[in-house]
């Protein structure tokens, strides 16, 4: 089956840097998605990869291996406006979006 | 802009009862989706369009049908709710389904069944 593991839930402190690991086991891959979620609201786009290597987005990067079905999520500079949901989404051979669960971030002053 | 729209933001329900949920968008995206999100899980497709007049099945289908009949919006219908579709409930769009498109999501519907 295809699978996408996230931490449930992961704490941090403002101005400080978080990094949030996502493995996947897909069948084919097209490519790697993260959005992120406030409690109540709509998932928005944070960033997508389809090479190995490191995406730069202002305080947020992103970081993709195929070869280890891993990727991760780069959090620079924490703000409390950061707490949030963080989903990551990979899509398959068939172009279907497989989700994980999501890493609840809480960030403390 | 107003993007996707979805319509009611909440509603209860008690088993049995029948329900639409609408979802509308102003971008002229081709393709649409209707998630279901619930805790610890991740967002799971029910239905998706390719276009106006076209549905297809997704992984989570059963007790749910949809309709296209105009580009712009997407119906999600429960025709006998049970509790086990508590849940909240997400359309998005995009414009093409190409490797890098983005989704864009409506704020999400809160269904309660009682």
């Known amino acids: 089956g295809q699978n996408i593991d996230q931490p449930t839930e992961m704490t941090a402190t403002e101005g400080a840097i978080v990094q949030i690991n996502c493995t996947y086991q897909?069948?084919?891959?097209?490519?790697l998605f993260w959005y992120q979620q406030h409690a109540g609201e709509a998932p928005t786009f944070l960033s997508y990869?389809?090479l190995d290597g490191l995406e730069e987005k202002g305080r947020f990067s992103s970081f993709l291996s195929r070869s280890k079905g891993y990727s991760y999520l780069l959090l620079k500079e924490l703000q409390m406006k950061d707490s949030a949901s963080y989903l990551c989404?990979?899509?398959?051979?068939?172009?279907?979006?497989?989700w994980g669960a999501g890493t609840k971030l809480i960030i403390k002053p | 802009n107003a993007g996707v729209t979805q319509t009611p933001k909440f509603r209860v329900l008690k088993t049995g009862q029948s329900m639409t949920l609408l979802c509308a968008q102003d971008?002229?995206?081709?393709?649409m989706y209707w998630y279901r999100q619930d805790p610890g899980m991740g967002l799971r497709l029910i239905h998706y369009?390719?276009?106006?007049?076209?549905?297809a099945k997704g992984e989570v289908p059963d007790g749910y049908n949809v309709s296209r009949l105009k580009k712009q919006n997407f119906l999600l219908g429960l025709e006998s709710a049970a509790p086990s579709q508590t849940s909240v409930y997400f359309c998005?769009?995009?414009?093409?389904?190409?490797?890098?498109?983005?989704?864009?999501f409506g704020a999400g519907s809160r269904l309660t069944v009682l």
């Open positions: 369009s390719v276009g106006e007049g076209t549905t």
């Open positions: 897909t069948s084919g891959f097209n490519g």
């Open positions: 971008m002229n995206h081709e393709y």
């Open positions: 998005a769009s995009t414009l093409i389904d190409s490797g890098a498109n983005v989704l864009t």
């Open positions: 990869n389809v």
């Open positions: 989404a990979v899509k398959d051979s068939n172009y279907q979006l497989i």
